[in-house]
């Protein structure tokens, strides 16, 4: 999901990836993303959770010289 944002709005990831606003900035795209994965997976427990999780470590991985603590909008 990350990299279909990054790869469709790269200049609005990277502002949102710099300034710590990544998930005011794409809110609609990852309520889209959520019911998506509320349907396909909805055997799944935690499935949001786990979404979720994975969101917060691609994008610690992505900032330059950042922790993988807290990002920002959560």
Same mark, same amino acid.
């Given at each position: ?7 469709? /709005?790269? *200049?609005?990831? #990277? ?13 609609? *795209? ?5 019911? $998506? $994965?509320? /349907?396909?997976?909805? *055997?799944?427990? #935690?499935? $949001? ?5 994975? $969101? +917060? ?7 330059? #010289?950042?922790? +993988? ?6």
């Amino acid at each position: 999901m990350v990299s279909d944002i990054q790869m469709y /709005h790269p *200049e609005k990831f #990277n502002r949102a990836l710099r300034e710590g606003t990544f998930f005011e900035a794409f809110s609609e *795209e990852l309520g889209k993303g959520k019911g $998506i $994965i509320d /349907h396909r997976f909805a *055997e799944v427990p #935690n499935r $949001i959770q786990l979404l979720a999780a994975g $969101i +917060r470590d691609t994008l610690a991985s992505l900032r330059p #010289n950042a922790s +993988r603590g807290r990002v920002a909008g959560e």
